[in-house]
């Protein structure tokens, strides 16, 4: 019987030890399941929310910050403004780009994926809103924003599903938690209520260690605040009540209450603004007994300095073990300032549509005005060209002075501000000149008074032109201007070059004019060719905003453009296009467009021409160019071709390859080139990179690297200006243009940098109109004053004459280099005193000079025996231009450096005649001079030998250069020859020739001396 109670007390205590085992067991069960579910919410599902809610901020500033660009006028706060747009779009990269790491299943791989797609999408859109602004168009900007509303609302609902996704991750471990912690609570309670009979002792042991695994639960808890006080993102947690169980370090903060002061205490009251409180509480309470709450909404709350801040909130329920609503979650940014940029633009769309209503009304009103109006226009039109005519020469009279007078203001000295003013007033004269020139022209075309010149012409100078003529505009606008030209096209044409300039600058203005981002192209290509001529065509095309068919039907047609809307954004007089259409048909042309909304515009139009006899380019080449070795690199075939074919019309040497493979293989065969030309659009390898290799690998060989651009960028050469890179050459160029670009290439790498005295190459120029007389013949006072002074700066003698009877008076008894004679004068016009003058005089240069521009003056002029024609206003520079042509003309000069060579040695060494001539025969004027030549530079040759020992050769240059003005001065023509000579192989270094050049100079500088002494001599003996 013992042995039963002992045994019996034995499996007891057995029991009582499994049970105390069990309910122990189960409680560290409980504690451990609870504290993996919080390290899992931990490392998982908060970081996870906190990034995303960190993206869903930076999405909230992309907004706030498009709206602000639409708001934003001044560029530096613009500027700025987009600086911090493409800053918070880079964080939002990095911080969806950093998120891969967080994904833990296919469903949020899949919703990650969507964020993707959305937000790019979204923010995509977003950039071309800052393009549209940055090209000044706030009005496309406004009508893409309005656009963006779906994106936004896509991106933000991808978002949300993002964050609910972990939400619930995360609640679905609090439910798996709570249902393992009601299932232990069971088994324990049967456990305790078996094992408390029976182990009470052992009950305070337990309490013990369950006290223990709720502290580690409180520090975890802990924590897991800690982790939602790093985010910027208000989150707060209600119970049912409303009452507030937990609120990160954001929210305290923005509410300013300590850590502690607000647990309890019920949201609304806290944070809400008084007259909501009541009613919120109650929505709260619907909301708790299951009414349906949105994902995302937005409300007011009450910030810490009592104002009152609008904040978008998402938020999840919280579900209790028995399946109840027992609070909520809310995570809360402020969108405040979003919300009034909003409004702001809403106001300012509000407005817009106003203007817009009140525009139509207005264009309805004045439509009506037009109908009845036309009847009356159409006649008008009929006497428009009769009465241009007439009005020509009023118009351009006052702008001859307008112009004139600030040219010679700009050569005075003037403040930044006076500059500034004058520049604009020239600016502004030019292009009313311009509307003149199109309505006279558009006057011509009506009375069919165009006629067409035949003169040769170097194609390629007209489209290089082109380029120069707009350049600043396309900078300006950030565009590419591309050429490409066949290779059949006959670089030489004969035909009228002024009108084709024109038509193709009327349709790259008009491409520039409705282009904001892309390029523009010109394309030529042979359409036909016999042996009358050739046509081409010619196409002009641009990536601008295009045109519908309605609106191409009602081009070519005079003072239209595509619709009204065109005239008051873009301006214009509307008469660009139809001027070209007429000028192309006068060339045995047709013109037409081609066009979508959307998509740019291409002008297409052929024109007739004979090819030109005339050579590409006769003068001498330099002789350090002399068989020039050239390796050109160009892909492009057309481009290749014509580059050639003009470089070895100078005699160069060149081979042409189409890669830059072939081209270090060239080098590495052919050994020294002394210049290499690469394409800048290369396409198997970077043209930079190319020249750096180039220079690096071949640097003893290779003199000068060049890049060559059929696409003009005003940017590429800045982009381009490196040690390996000389320069930037933009294709096509004339035969001159490129000859020069190279000659100045080469001069640069002489060791020598002699910079030439201030005008010294205006004055090479125009060198044959220093100390010439000129008779100006004009009644208008201004222009007296106007032109007497343009030409004075060329050291030009001017005597005036108000009208052709004092003309003929002066004529009479002086002789003049050139006559400028105005055509509209009182008592003798310029017509008949030409006349007059003609009667005595055959050889004096007359050139006709009005303002008088319609068609049949030239004729006219030509007819009474007049040699040229300038019409005002006119630039100095085409003055002087016409002045030298026609003196040089009537002297018989020519400029063949052959020839010249020839007749030097026949010249005599002093020829005091000649001298005289220019100094209007003053004699002792002439013997000054020669006294101080004598005494100056008897030894000048023995100055520039020393020089050039010394290897002080920008001396020798100054010294050589003096000595031919000089001996040019007083008649001694073999000298000033032979120091020219001896100053270009001073500046060519070409040391085999100087000692030869300097025994020359030295002799002929004896012989001048020697003449003066005898001259001297002689009209001393006179006197």
């Not at 873009?570 to 045995?588: A, R």
């Not at 310029?830 to 003609?838: D, P, V």
Request: with cysteine; charged share 25%.
């Amino acid at each position: 019987m013992k042995a039963i109670t002992l045994m019996k007390s034995m499996w007891t205590f057995i029991i009582i030890i499994a049970l105390l085992i069990a309910v122990i067991g189960t409680n560290f069960y409980q504690m451990f399941a609870l504290k993996g579910t919080l390290d899992h919410v931990k490392t998982n599902w908060m970081p996870s929310i906190a990034r995303i809610v960190e993206m869903q901020e930076l999405i909230t500033q992309e907004r706030v910050l498009l709206h602000k660009m639409l708001l934003e006028t001044d560029k530096n706060a613009l500027l700025t403004v987009i600086t911090s747009y493409q800053d918070v779009r880079r964080q939002f990269d990095e911080k969806y780009r950093g998120y891969e790491s967080f994904i833990n299943s296919e469903s949020e791989k899949q919703i990650y994926m969507e964020v993707s797609d959305k937000t790019i999408d979204y923010l995509q859109k977003g950039q071309r809103i800052i393009d549209a602004v940055q090209s000044g168009d706030y009005i496309m900007g406004k009508s893409l924003l309005d656009k963006l509303g779906t994106k936004r609302e896509q991106a933000d609902a991808s978002l949300h599903k993002w964050i609910d996704y972990n939400l619930m991750g995360t609640q679905r471990d609090v439910d798996r938690t709570s249902n393992q912690r009601e299932l232990v609570l069971w088994m324990a309670s049967i456990f305790t209520i078996v094992a408390i009979a029976i182990g009470a002792a052992l009950a305070l042991q337990t309490r013990s260690v369950r006290r223990k695994g709720e502290q580690k639960l409180m520090k975890e808890k802990e924590k897991a605040q800690s982790y939602l006080d790093l985010i910027d993102v208000m989150i707060v947690v209600l119970d049912r009540d409303g009452r507030i169980e937990l609120l990160n370090r954001k929210g305290y903060s923005v509410l300013g209450y300590e850590e502690t002061a607000t647990l309890g205490k019920n949201w609304f009251e806290v944070c809400g603004p008084e007259n909501l409180v009541e009613m919120r509480k109650e929505r709260y309470h619907e909301f708790m007994e299951g009414d349906a709450l949105s994902d995302y909404f937005e409300s007011l709350i009450v910030d810490k300095l009592g104002e009152e801040r609008l904040y978008g909130w998402s938020n999840n329920l919280i579900w209790t073990e028995t399946g109840e609503v027992g609070g909520v979650i809310f995570a809360g940014v402020d969108i405040t300032e979003r919300k009034q940029a909003e409004e702001t633009l809403n106001q300012y769309k509000d407005h817009l549509e106003v203007l817009v209503e009140e525009r139509t009304s207005e264009l309805e009103t004045k439509n009506l005005l037009l109908a009845d109006a036309k009847e009356s226009a159409e006649s008008a039109n009929r006497a428009k060209s009769e009465f241009l005519a007439n009005m020509s020469h009023e118009i351009r009279t006052p702008m001859n002075a307008i112009i004139g007078l600030n040219y010679l203001l700009q050569q005075t000295e003037l403040t930044e501000r006076q500059k500034d003013y004058v520049g604009k007033t020239v600016l502004s004269a030019k292009s009313l000149l311009t509307i003149i020139s199109d309505i006279l022209d558009f006057s011509k075309i009506e009375a069919k008074k165009i006629v067409l010149e035949r003169i040769d012409f170097d194609l390629y100078e007209i489209m290089s032109n082109i380029s120069n003529i707009i350049g600043f505009s396309l900078y300006e606008k950030g565009l590419k201007l591309h050429f490409s030209i066949h290779h059949e096209v006959p670089q030489v044409l004969n035909g009228d070059p002024f009108r084709l300039n024109q038509v193709l600058l009327n349709l790259v203005n008009n491409a520039l004019k409705f282009t904001d981002e892309g390029e523009i192209a010109i394309a030529v290509s042979v359409s036909s060719q016999d042996d009358s001529g050739v046509s081409l065509r010619f196409e002009v095309r641009d990536t601008g905003i295009g045109m519908t068919p309605a609106q191409q039907a009602l081009l070519f047609h005079g003072f239209t453009q595509a619709d009204m809307s065109t005239t008051r954004k873009y301006g214009g007089t509307g008469l660009g296009l139809v001027i070209s259409k007429s000028i192309v048909e006068l060339m045995q042309g047709e013109i037409h467009v081609e066009s979508e909304l959307g998509r740019g515009s291409s002008f297409i139009f052929t024109v007739r021409f004979e090819v030109g006899s005339e050579h590409l380019f006769s003068a001498p080449v330099a002789s350090y160019l002399k068989f020039l070795r050239v390796l050109l690199i160009c892909d492009d075939e057309e481009m290749r071709l014509v580059l050639k074919s003009q470089l070895e019309q100078f005699q160069f040497i060149v081979n042409a390859v189409d890669s830059a493979q072939s081209a270090l293989e060239q080098i590495s065969v052919s050994g020294r080139y002394d210049l290499v030309m690469i394409d800048w659009n290369l396409q198997d390898e970077k043209a930079h990179t190319l020249a750096e290799k180039i220079k690096l690998e071949y640097a003893t060989p290779v003199q000068v690297i060049v890049l060559i651009s059929s696409y003009h960028e005003s940017e590429l050469q800045l982009k381009s200006q490196t040690a390996s890179v000389k320069k930037v050459l933009y294709y096509p160029m004339s035969q001159s243009q490129l000859y020069n670009q190279i000659t100045n290439l080469f001069q640069e790498q002489l060791q020598m940098k002699i910079s030439s005295p201030q005008g010294e190459k205006e004055a090479k120029k125009l060198h044959m109109l220093r100390n010439t007389e000129v008779l100006l013949v004009e009644d208008n006072e201004i222009n007296q004053q106007v032109a007497q002074a343009i030409l004075q700066e060329m050291d030009i003698h001017v005597d005036v004459a108000e009208n052709g009877i004092e003309a003929l008076k002066r004529v009479a008894t002086k002789r003049y280099d050139a006559i400028l004679m105005d055509l509209q004068m009182p008592l003798m016009d310029g017509f008949e005193a030409t006349r007059n003058i003609r009667d005595f005089d055959q050889e004096t240069p007359i050139i006709a000079m009005t303002a008088d521009a319609m068609q049949g003056v030239k004729e006219q002029v030509v007819e009474a025996g007049m040699d040229a024609y300038i019409s005002k206003p006119f630039e100095p520079i085409q003055l002087f231009s016409v002045l030298q042509r026609t003196i040089q003309s009537s002297r018989g000069r020519g400029y063949a450096e052959v020839a010249a060579a020839k007749q030097i040695e026949a010249l005599p060494v002093l020829n005091a005649a000649e001298a005289l001539g220019r100094l209007g025969q003053n004699v002792n004027l002439y013997e000054r001079i020669l006294h101080k030549f004598a005494a100056n530079h008897t030894n000048a040759i023995d100055e520039i030998r020393e020089a050039i020992k010394n290897i002080d050769y920008p001396e020798a240059l100054m010294l050589a250069h003096t000595l031919k003005g000089v001996a040019s001065n007083i008649g001694a023509t073999p000298l000033s020859h032979t120091a020219d000579e001896l100053q270009t192989a001073i500046h060519q270094g070409s040391v085999g020739l100087l000692e030869e050049l300097l025994e020359t100079a030295e002799g002929r500088l004896a012989q001048v001396n020697q003449a003066i002494i005898a001259y001297l001599a002689a009209n001393a003996q006179e006197k």
